[in-house]
C-alpha cells in the first residue's frame, strides 16, 4: 500500500513515543528482510503518481527490496519547487518529480548543493496547448498581441521557443495572469447549467418556471467566485441567458486572443467548445519533448561520479526505478490493469484514461535514449539546451546551468526490468 504524506515538501515531525516495556526483539528473517523506505515528492496533479501507485500496489517495489511513500503537493509554485531542493539537502526526502522546465527555474535560485536528474518518467504530448480565438491564424498574429498564463506554464514556454525560431523576441507578445482555478470553477457550473436547463426543457416545464430557474442558476453562477474578480464577466453572464459560462467568455472578459491551458481543464473547455470559435494553435505534441518530467536526487548521495562508485541510497533508487518502468511496461502491456490498480477511487479508469490522453510514459528503453550513458548524453541533452537558452532569455534563470552538473545516467543502466 502507497503512503500519501501532507502538503509540504517535508515529512512532518513524528509525536513522543510512549515509554515502552522491555521486550525480547525477534531476529531478522533472511528469507524475509525489512523493507527500505524511500521518499518522494509529487505534484498532486501529476501523472508520475499513477506508476508509482501501482508499482507499489502490485509490490514491484517490495521485489526491489523498497517501500516507497510520496507527498503530494498541490502547490507548484517556484518557491514550492525550490524549497523541494532544500528539503533534498536536508533528507527530508529522497526524490523529487519534477519537469525538466520546472527544475531548471527552481535550480537557477538554489546553488547551494549539487543535485541531479537520474530518470526520464512521461512526456508531454498534447496536455499542454496553446488554445486561441478563431482569428489567430498563424504565430505572427500573436504580435503586440495579449496571452493570457502563467509566465513558467509549459505552453508559454512552448510558445516563446516557437517565435525565437522565427526570429522574435519575448518582448513581441505580451503575457498577463489569469486565474484558471477560478474559471476552472465557473465553467463547471456553467457546463451544469446548461445540462439542468437542457433536462428541464426536455421535461416540458413551462417557459415561465424554466426562465425563472434559468435566471437563478445565472445568478448563482456569477456571484461567486466572480464576484472577487476584477473582470466584466458578470455583465456577460447576465446577458447569456440561454447557457451557461463557456471558454468565449474568458477570452472576452479578460481581453486576451490566446489562453495556456493543461489537461484536465484543457479536453474539458474544448469538449464543450465549437472548433470553429477556438482551437489549439500550439500543442506539446509540436515540441518533441521539451515538457519531459524526471526524478532528482541529491548528487552526494549517489557516490562518487568521476570513476562510479554506488552510494548510501543507489540501491534504494535503483530499486525506485526498476519498479517504476516494470509499472510503465504494465501501462503499455496491460493498460486496462494498469488503470484500474492505478484507479484512486474518486476518479474512474476511464476518468483517468483521458487525464493521461495527453502524455506519454517513457518506457525503460525509451529513457535509456532520453538519458544517454554516462559516456554519452541522451536526447534530454538538447531538451536541456533548449530550456535554458530561452529561460536566460525571458529573466526565468539568472545563470547558464551545464547539462554534466546536473544529469547522472548512471542508475539507469542495466536495471532488471522485463
Not at 496547448?129 to 498563424?138: K, M, N, P, R, Y
Not at 523576441?169 to 503575457?175: F, K, Y
Not at 433536462?199 to 417557459?207: C, F, H, N
Not at 541529491?298 to 517504476?324: A, M, N, P, V
Request: charged content about 20%.
Amino acid at each position: 500500500m502507497i503512503l500519501i504524506g501532507g502538503l509540504a515538501g517535508c515529512r512532518p515531525a513524528p509525536p513522543p513515543e510512549p515509554e515502552l516495556p522491555e521486550v525480547t526483539l525477534k531476529p531478522v528473517d533472511p528469507t524475509n528482510p525489512p523493507l527500505t523506505p524511500v521518499h518522494c515528492a509529487i505534484a498532486t496533479d501529476s501523472p508520475t503518481l499513477l506508476p508509482i501507485m501501482v508499482a507499489s500496489e502490485l509490490g514491484y517495489f517490495a521485489d526491489a527490496g523498497i517501500e516507497v511513500t510520496v507527498t503530494q503537493l498541490d502547490d507548484n509554485s517556484l518557491d514550492a519547487q525550490t524549497q523541494l531542493l532544500n528539503a533534498l539537502k536536508r533528507d527530508d526526502i529522497d526524490c523529487i518529480a519534477q519537469t525538466v522546465d520546472a527544475y531548471l527555474r527552481a535550480k537557477a535560485g538554489q546553488v547551494a548543493f549539487e543535485t541531479s536528474i537520474v530518470a526520464s518518467v512521461y512526456t508531454s504530448t498534447g496536455a499542454d496547448a496553446l488554445v486561441v480565438t478563431s482569428d489567430i491564424t498563424s504565430l505572427n498574429d500573436l504580435l503586440d498581441q495579449s496571452i493570457g498564463g502563467d509566465r513558467h506554464h509549459p505552453a508559454i514556454i512552448m510558445t516563446y521557443y516557437a517565435l525565437r525560431e522565427l526570429g522574435y523576441s519575448p518582448g513581441d507578445i505580451r503575457v498577463q495572469p489569469i486565474d484558471l482555478e477560478k474559471w476552472e470553477k465557473v465553467l463547471e457550473e456553467g457546463a451544469e447549467q446548461t445540462e439542468q436547463i437542457k433536462e428541464a426543457e426536455q421535461a416540458g416545464e413551462t417557459e415561465q418556471a424554466g426562465e425563472t430557474e434559468q435566471a437563478e442558476q445565472t445568478e448563482a453562477a456569477i456571484q461567486n467566485p466572480l464576484e472577487e474578480t476584477d473582470s466584466n464577466i458578470g455583465e456577460l453572464l447576465e446577458e447569456e441567458q440561454e447557457k451557461g459560462p463557456e471558454l468565449a467568455d474568458i477570452f472576452t472578459a479578460e481581453n486576451v486572443v490566446a489562453i495556456a491551458l493543461s489537461e484536465p481543464l484543457l479536453s474539458a473547455v474544448m469538449a464543450e467548445t465549437e472548433a470553429t470559435d477556438h482551437y489549439p494553435l500550439l500543442t506539446s505534441t509540436d515540441f518533441n519533448e521539451l515538457i519531459t518530467e524526471v526524478l532528482i536526487v541529491e548528487t552526494e548521495t549517489l557516490g562518487k561520479t568521476d570513476e562510479f562508485q554506488w552510494g548510501d541510497k543507489s540501491r534504494q533508487y535503483r530499486g525506485l526505478l526498476q519498479g517504476l518502468y516494470r509499472a510503465i511496461a504494465l501501462s503499455q502491456t496491460d493498460p486496462q490493469t494498469f488503470l484500474a490498480v492505478g484507479t484512486d477511487g474518486e476518479r474512474s479508469p476511464q476518468d483517468m484514461a483521458q487525464a493521461l490522453a495527453g502524455i506519454t510514459y517513457t518506457t525503460y528503453p525509451v529513457a535509456q535514449e532520453i538519458m544517454g550513458t554516462p559516456e554519452k548524453s541522451g536526447r534530454l541533452f538538447q531538451i536541456f539546451a533548449d530550456l535554458n537558452t530561452v529561460h536566460l532569455e525571458l529573466g526565468l534563470q539568472q545563470q547558464l546551468l551545464f547539462y554534466d552538473d546536473h544529469v547522472n545516467a548512471h542508475l539507469i543502466q542495466d536495471l532488471p526490468v522485463p
